[in-house]
C-alpha cells in the first residue's frame, strides 16, 4: 500500500519482513489509535474518525489487505469484531528537514566542556540521531523498542518486590551506567525525575518527547513490575527547559 508523494509525513510499518508506506490522514488516524488503545472494536473507530460505515469499511480493508490491521472476534460477543495492530511502526520521514545542524554542533562543544564524563564517542548515537533527523527521517519508535528490549534484558534483576525497592534499584541501575540521577517525585500518580539526562542533554532545544529510549526502558521496568502493560510518558524534558526530565507511568485499572 505505498502511497504517492505528498507535503504529509510518510509514517513506516514493518510486516512480515516488508516495510509499507502510509501518508494518508485517515488512514495514519486509525493505526494511531490502535497503537493508543491496543484493541479496538468498529463502533470505537467510527466515533473517532466520524466517518461513514461504508467509507470506514474501506479504509480498514485497505489496511487490512497491506497486512498492517487485523481483525478478531470479540471473546464476550463473537459477532462483534475487533481491530489491532498486525504490523511495527518503525518510523516517521518527514518533507522538511531539521535545520538545527549549527545549534547542534554548538552544543556538542558545551556538553563536552560541561560534562567530564562526556566523550565523543559517547555522544555518537545521538549524533547519528540528529544526522538522520537533519534528513527527515525519526526513528523513535525504533529506539524506543531498543530501551524496551534493554529494559527487559534487566528486568530480573532490577524489579523487585515492592515499588520502593524498585525504584531504587532503577535509580542504582541509571547512577552506574551514567543514565542520569532518578528519583522519585510522587506516587499516584507515579512521576520520577531524572536529572543530568544524558539521553536528552545533547538534543538541541525544543525537542518534546526526546528520551523516547529512557522512556522505553521505563516502560519495560514498570510492566515487569506491575505484570501489566504500563504506559510511560514523558511530560518535561531538559530539552525544553525544565531543570529535569520527569516521566509519568499510567497503570491501567485491573478489570473486574
Same mark, same amino acid.
Given at each position: 500500500?505505498?502511497?504517492?508523494?505528498?507535503?504529509?509525513?510518510?509514517?513506516?510499518?514493518?510486516?512480515?519482513?516488508?516495510?509499507?508506506? /502510509?501518508?494518508?490522514?485517515?488512514?495514519?488516524? @486509525?493505526? #494511531?489509535?490502535?497503537?493508543?488503545?491496543?484493541?479496538?472494536?468498529?463502533?470505537? =473507530?467510527?466515533?473517532?474518525?466520524?466517518?461513514?460505515?461504508?467509507? &470506514?469499511?474501506?479504509?480498514?480493508?485497505?489496511?487490512?489487505?497491506?497486512?498492517?490491521?487485523?481483525?478478531?472476534?470479540?471473546?464476550?460477543?463473537?459477532?462483534?469484531?475487533? *481491530?489491532?495492530?498486525?504490523?511495527?511502526? =518503525?518510523?516517521?520521514?518527514?518533507?522538511?528537514?531539521?535545520?538545527?545542524?549549527?545549534?547542534?554542533?554548538?552544543?556538542?562543544?558545551? %556538553?563536552? %566542556?560541561? *560534562?567530564?564524563?562526556? #566523550?565523543?564517542?559517547?555522544?555518537?548515537?545521538?549524533?547519528?540521531?540528529?544526522?538522520?533527523?537533519?534528513?527527515?527521517?525519526?526513528?523513535?519508535?525504533?529506539?524506543?523498542?531498543?530501551?524496551?528490549? &534493554?529494559?527487559?534484558?534487566?528486568?530480573?534483576?532490577?524489579?523487585?518486590? %515492592?515499588?520502593?525497592?524498585?525504584?531504587?534499584?532503577?535509580?542504582?541501575?541509571?547512577?552506574?551506567?551514567?543514565?542520569?540521577?532518578?528519583?522519585?517525585?510522587?506516587?499516584?500518580?507515579?512521576? @520520577?525525575?531524572?536529572? #543530568?539526562?544524558?539521553?536528552?542533554?545533547?538534543?538541541?532545544?525544543?525537542?518534546?518527547?526526546?528520551? @523516547?529510549?529512557?522512556?522505553?526502558?521505563?516502560?519495560?521496568?514498570?510492566?515487569?513490575? *506491575?505484570?501489566?502493560?504500563?504506559? /510511560?510518558?514523558?511530560?518535561?524534558?531538559?530539552?525544553?527547559?525544565?531543570?529535569?526530565?520527569?516521566?509519568?507511568?499510567?497503570?491501567?485499572?485491573?478489570?473486574?
Amino acid at each position: 500500500m505505498p502511497e504517492s508523494d505528498s507535503r504529509n509525513e510518510l509514517d513506516l510499518y514493518l510486516h512480515d519482513g516488508q516495510v509499507t508506506t /502510509v501518508r494518508n490522514p485517515v488512514r495514519l488516524q @486509525i493505526l #494511531n489509535l490502535l497503537k493508543t488503545e491496543k484493541e479496538v472494536p468498529f463502533p470505537r =473507530i467510527l466515533e473517532v474518525t466520524g466517518l461513514t460505515k461504508s467509507t &470506514l469499511s474501506g479504509f480498514l480493508n485497505s489496511l487490512l489487505d497491506a497486512g498492517l490491521v487485523e481483525r478478531i472476534s470479540d471473546e464476550k460477543d463473537g459477532r462483534r469484531k475487533i *481491530y489491532r495492530l498486525s504490523a511495527k511502526h =518503525i518510523g516517521i520521514i518527514t518533507p522538511s528537514s531539521y535545520s538545527a545542524a549549527s545549534e547542534f554542533r554548538e552544543l556538542i562543544r558545551k %556538553t563536552y %566542556t560541561n *560534562y567530564d564524563k562526556i #566523550n565523543y564517542k559517547d555522544m555518537l548515537p545521538h549524533i547519528f540521531r540528529v544526522a538522520l533527523a537533519e534528513s527527515g527521517i525519526r526513528i523513535d519508535p525504533v529506539l524506543q523498542r531498543g530501551g524496551i528490549i &534493554l529494559g527487559e534484558s534487566v528486568a530480573p534483576f532490577v524489579v523487585a518486590d %515492592t515499588l520502593e525497592k524498585t525504584i531504587e534499584n532503577i535509580s542504582a541501575f541509571w547512577k552506574r551506567y551514567e543514565f542520569g540521577d532518578l528519583s522519585l517525585r510522587s506516587e499516584n500518580p507515579i512521576r @520520577i525525575d531524572v536529572r #543530568n539526562c544524558y539521553e536528552c542533554m545533547t538534543l538541541p532545544s525544543p525537542v518534546p518527547g526526546g528520551c @523516547i529510549i529512557s522512556t522505553g526502558i521505563l516502560s519495560a521496568l514498570f510492566s515487569a513490575f *506491575y505484570k501489566k502493560e504500563v504506559t /510511560v510518558t514523558e511530560i518535561e524534558c531538559i530539552s525544553c527547559g525544565s531543570p529535569c526530565c520527569c516521566f509519568e507511568i499510567h497503570v491501567p485499572e485491573t478489570e473486574e
